[in-house]
């Protein structure tokens, strides 16, 4: 049931995080995935994140993500 991504400041190490089927609203509930320098595998599959003109400019800031799932999302559905 998170709502937002948070206490993960320090985990400078994490590679794969999974989120999935949680209540996550939008990108900016995200913003601390920014600051996780070494991020390779993120799930966040069956969440509520709807800012679909938001995701390619967020995530694209995540340059060691490898593999991103976001399917089940309201917003994934216009993203073009």
Not at 14 to 25: C, E, R, S, T
Not at 52 to 80: C, E, Q, S, W
Request: glycine content about 6%; overall charge negative.
């Amino acid at each position: 049931m998170i709502k937002v991504v948070e206490g993960l400041k320090g985990l400078n190490k994490l590679k794969n995080l999974d989120l999935a089927g949680n209540l996550i609203p939008n990108t900016a509930a995200c913003e601390e995935l920014l600051e996780l320098p070494e991020l390779a595998s993120l799930d966040l599959k069956n969440n509520q994140i709807d800012d679909h003109d938001n995701f390619l400019t967020f995530f694209a800031k995540m340059t060691t993500l490898k593999a991103i799932y976001l399917r089940g999302n309201p917003g994934t559905r216009n993203v073009t």
